[in-house]
């Protein structure tokens, strides 16, 4: 079989890698980026260390207003897909990229596989929930990484096509996991202390385009007493330097800035780290599934498991509600097994082959 998978933006690369390996065993793959990010660190880096395959075209649109940037990949994918005339067209998650992937396929009639399907915040305002509802009902095949993405797809009425094969990204990070000295040699380089030290990243709009929110938020990393670890992404670092919170972080002692990192960084920051404060869906799953107790700057999360079980804490944008939680701050003993095997990307291929009768 031919599949076409759209991918554009950092996690998906990062979740493309398993997939891609796996169909690659037995079938073709056309490997479409749209360009959503595009600079080194938030692109190349993950293709070199993930040894994802180049991608057979770069749409190249880069950043802009969430209609211009997904009219500009709609308008570039639709001849590629026309003439590459492929069995399925595979996404993931909830980007700009995902949608662009999600609409072309149901204008051309074909199939849709949506992996990460039925997701939801039920919050409308996020970007990224309005991507993962239409996704989702324009999609033909659903793959869920958990039993409440299955639930809220037959809450709405989706009812085939529904396949529960765990978290992609648990397949990708068993990959790449480094070993327990490996990590305590990377963050001794980066002059830190395991369990002593918080890793941070904030990207989402609610957070960065909002002053308030993100001065709650900054205030309340300079105010901790803990070192903070704070990988930059482009838009915090541009918005951090709109409203002059760039500089007092920079003379902050206890923060380290440092630019987006890899993924093996990421995972060997993430597992030695007291806690994670973020507002990434992707950091919340993968601290749960790394045992660090994680601090999500949101109202509400997709992951809602690792709310449940203890592991993640909602704080919102809010300097008291987050420090107040890091100084409470304890190890639930109990640790379920909430996103499957880390076999996602074998089941989604044999299940593919199955729905699509070949
Ligand atoms: C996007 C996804 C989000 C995902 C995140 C992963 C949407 C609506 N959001 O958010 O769901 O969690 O990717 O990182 O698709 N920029 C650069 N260089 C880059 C990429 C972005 O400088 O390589 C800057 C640009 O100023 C750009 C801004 O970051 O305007 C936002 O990028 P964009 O891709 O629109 O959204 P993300 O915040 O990355």
Redesign the pocket.
Known sequence: MKFLTVIG???QFIKAAPLSKEIRKRHREILVHTG????YG??RQFFNELHIPRPDFNLEVG??L?GA?TAAMLAKLEPVVLKQKPDAVIIF??????LAGALIAAKLHIPLAHIEAGMRSFNRMM??EV?RVVADHLSNIHFCPTDTAVKNLKKEGITSGLYLVGDIMYDAMKDILPSKDQTAKMIKKMDLVAKQYLFVTI???EN?DNPDNLSSIMEALISSDKKVVFPV???TE?KLKEVSLWNELKRSENILLIPPQGYRESLALQSDAYAVITD???IQKEAYLLKTPCLTVRHETEWVETVKTGWNHLVGPDKKRLLKTLAKLKLPSAHPNLYGQGQAARLIVGHLERHLGR
Request: glycine share 12%.
């Open positions: 933006a950092r996690p959503q990010h595009y600079d938030m692109s950043s802009g969430h940037q998650g909830d980007t700009n990229s995902t970007p990224e991507n990207h989402r709009a960065t992404h482009p838009r541009k990434s869906g992707g």
